[in-house]
């Protein structure tokens, strides 16, 4: 099939951050209707590539690269021309609704996507509102135009999202990392309104688990340290094991005798129910989590998982009729101070990722582990400077130790966190879907090394919709529907078979 009518050339793109190269001499061009699977590792440079095709970020001065954007108006090589023709959707767009927590319709959301607002300052009316609850339902998502923004699943905000990014009647969408942290269910939805987006749209979707890719794709890029490393047509669904190499460092045998592990924390939860802007997120939840157990928590997205982790780290509280007591043996016993319960509990999520906004280093970040602080409030000892650096090194990601966080990907920047949770030796890790955002050797280290963890006596609570995603040393299982518990007790040993 050819692809005739231009839409974006890239010559030579060059990008630099903070002395490091995140574009190395990139050149391609993308035609109209020829959708493109952009793969690579964490670092490899997707998501900065993205951001290069928007317009959004601009070449090194210095560079030879030129840009043109192929307007319905002709060629253009301003970046506003990128911003017009081009939309975006990427895990810091999801993020920053997380951050200002954005308590407005579904409708409303999609509404900014014509201005490319931050804020929503008036209501749809008119024409605007026929056309986004027409193409809401040519995306199937009529439905969610009425929901309120903190009432949605993860998939669910997603699907509006690209609803959003389409309201603009844009020649190309980019989607980075677009299917990652969905459930199967919310996964097939969200690739069903993309293949109807795609005969309204280019699209260009990135991604680091190519089993996810759609089959009506019609090229591939896989990029590695920056650069393009391949470049070809797909005849069809992308082959699920393409060699791509992480430039992580890893060691995939870590060696743990620096983590230190206490005797085992108790949770225990009677009749708990949470309201988020006043509906229920969870109801009249009955778990009790005992010294030595590790647990796998299940659940679609919507199911109230990270409510419930957030619940058992101390940041949500039981309505009325409920209570959590936390017994945590290396704060001293059981424990109602705040202060306290975040020292002995550590939870890693998506939330934590999208909220922890602060320029710092990851050597810095890791270290504020010390003190579950959000910033270094402290002068830093040379025995806990070790220890960040010994969790750096077991996460592979000391290189990272003077750069920047916000010059990290979303998978340096996971990383960087789970280090951080394991500083200062906690009772309780929770980790929220760990491996959200991480390509696939960084998701394999981490799974070993959490199995490691949990084999030498680290209690962990591990979050997942991916029964994948689960390790021989799981002993126990809750799974969540709706915000209800529909299992409580030992793990089934077909499920981790």
């Known amino acids: 099939m050819e692809f005739c009518s231009p839409l974006i050339d890239v010559t030579d793109a060059r990008v630099t951050y903070q002395g490091l190269r995140a574009l190395d001499d990139v050149t391609l061009s993308l035609h109209a209707g020829e959708h493109l699977a952009l793969r690579g590792g964490n670092g490899a440079g997707k998501s900065t590539l993205l951001r290069l095709l928007r317009g959004e970020q601009w070449p090194d001065q210095d560079s030879r690269c030129r840009i043109v954007w192929h307007t319905a108006g002709g060629p253009e090589t301003s970046p506003l021309a990128g911003r017009g023709m ?59 135009l009425s929901r309120r923004v903190p009432e949605l699943s993860q998939g669910e905000l997603r699907r509006l999202l690209v609803a959003r990014g389409l309201i603009r009647n844009p020649r190309a969408l980019l989607l980075d990392e677009v299917t990652d942290g969905l459930d199967a269910d919310s996964r097939l939805r969200l690739l069903a309104m993309l293949e109807k987006a795609s005969v309204l749209s280019t699209l260009v979707i990135s991604t680091h688990r190519p089993e996810t890719l759609p089959d009506w794709m019609h090229r591939e890029i896989c990029m590695e340290h920056g650069r393009i490393v391949s470049d070809r047509a797909l005849p069809g669904k992308p082959v699920a094991h393409l060699a791509v190499s992480s430039n992580c460092g890893m060691d995939l045998t870590p060696q743990l005798s620096g983590v230190k592990h206490g005797e085992g924390a108790r949770i225990e939860i009677v009749n708990a129910t949470v309201y988020l802007s006043g509906t229920p997120v969870l109801h009249d939840i009955n778990w009790t989590i005992e010294p030595g157990q590790n647990w796998a928590v299940l659940g679609d997205n919507g199911a109230g998982k990270s409510t419930l982790m957030r619940l058992v780290a101390g940041d949500e509280f039981a309505a009325a009729g409920g209570s959590v007591r936390r017994w945590l043996p290396r704060q001293g016993g059981e424990q109602v101070k705040l202060e306290c319960i975040r020292k002995g509990i550590r939870l890693v999520s998506d939330l934590q990722q999208a909220t922890y906004t602060y320029d710092i280093t990851g ?135």
């Not at 927590?101 to 008036?122: C, Q």
Request: proline residues 4%.
């Open 86 to 144: 081009v939309s975006l959707i990427a895990p810091a767009q999801q993020e920053r609704i997380l951050l200002q927590g954005w308590d407005i319709t579904g409708e409303d959301l999609v509404f900014g996507g014509i201005s490319e607002a931050v804020y929503v300052l008036r209501h749809a009316e008119g024409e605007d509102k026929a056309r986004i609850h027409e193409l809401a339902a040519q995306l199937d998502a009529e439905p969610l």
């Open 363 to 497: 050597e810095e970040l890791v270290f504020s582990g010390f003190d579950n602080s959000v910033g270094v409030y402290r002068a830093i000892a040379s025995d806990e400077l070790d220890e960040a650096h010994y969790c750096m090194r077991l996460l592979g990601v000391e290189h990272l130790a003077r750069r920047s966080i916000r010059r990290c990907s979303t998978g340096e920047m996971r990383r960087l966190l789970l280090a951080r949770a394991l500083i200062g030796s906690p009772d309780l890790l929770l980790l929220d879907e760990p491996c959200s955002g991480l390509d696939p050797a960084a998701r394999d280290h981490v799974l070993e090394l959490v199995d490691a963890l949990m084999d030498q006596g680290v209690q962990i609570v591990l979050v997942s919709h991916r029964r994948e995603d689960l390790i021989p040393t799981i002993t126990h299982l809750l799974r969540l529907d709706h915000g209800r518990v529909t299992w409580n007790g030992p793990c089934p040993e077909d499920l981790l078979s």
